[in-house]
């Protein structure tokens, strides 16, 4: 059934993955094809771009988003290399996912992503706030910007050095290129007001453009007017919740 599970995930069948995983509790999400360079299901949707596919797989309990293939690449790896943005944008959000891990040469995310021109790829990076390992200066394989330089990819050099100049500023800049709201905890929401009581969560819909879960959820007694106050917002990794206190983006209320 892996065997099954895995192609489908590489042609990115969304529905029979989600067949599979619903009829097969005991799956080996992590099981490596070693007929195809022993890659996983993961880092194949990853390698196809197949963004739906990654969702599913990161909101798995049992996924391990870092298991290498026989080069060593990992997914996220792979990823920033092809420029598949909406996959790099799910995993940067998971906190499991190791962005700066090297393949076997060495060689870094970065530095791959810089030495492509992965301009997408790297202004989402910065956004999330990740740590990013820009190398050192005329170390082979991990200097980031040595390796823009060395393949002409000026936007890329400029933002590299603009955030090596400044990196809180230049995050803040991007963050606002790309139309991303600050996010607030829920605990910051909670602290503002008092005697919550009944936390339920009531999900609305699919998976959005972008790969994450758009959900609302209610809290009874709501001091700051006295009424029942409904939540919008957007995480990652869902249904399987991350630990408190997890970040709401694009908060409407």
Not at 37 to 51: E, Q, S, V
Request: net charge positive; hydrophobic share 40%; with cysteine.
């Amino acid at each position: 059934m892996e065997k099954t599970f895995y192609s489908a995930a590489k042609d990115g069948r969304v529905e029979e993955v989600k067949s599979i995983l619903r009829k097969n509790p005991s799956l080996n999400v992590n099981w490596k094809n070693e007929g195809d360079l022993a890659n996983t299901a993961l880092f194949t949707a990853c390698w196809k771009g197949h963004d739906s596919v990654v969702s599913i797989l990161l909101a798995h309990p049992d996924i391990d988003p870092n298991l290498k293939q026989e080069n060593g690449w990992t997914p996220f790896w792979t990823a920033s290399w092809l420029g598949n943005t909406s996959c790099v944008r799910l995993l940067l959000q998971d906190h499991r996912v190791m962005v700066n891990e090297p393949n076997d040469k060495l060689e870094t995310p970065l530095w791959y992503a810089a030495y492509f021109g992965r301009h997408d790829v790297i202004k989402l990076w910065i956004a999330s706030g990740r740590e990013m390992n820009l190398g050192k200066p005329d170390i082979d394989k991990t200097d980031a910007i040595g390796a823009a330089k060395q393949e002409k990819k000026t936007e890329v050099v400029t933002l590299l050095e603009r955030l090596k100049s400044d990196a809180t500023k230049t995050r803040s800049e991007v963050r606002k290129q790309l139309g991303i709201t600050t996010s607030k905890s829920l605990n910051q929401l909670i602290s503002s007001c008092s005697s919550l009581s009944i936390l339920s969560f009531h999900f609305l819909g699919d998976l959005s453009f972008d790969g994450r879960l758009t959900f609302s959820f209610s809290i009874s007694r709501f001091p700051c007017d006295n009424s029942t106050k409904a939540l919008q917002g957007a995480v990652p990794r869902l249904p399987w919740l991350p630990s408190w206190p997890f970040q709401l983006s694009h908060l409407s209320w």
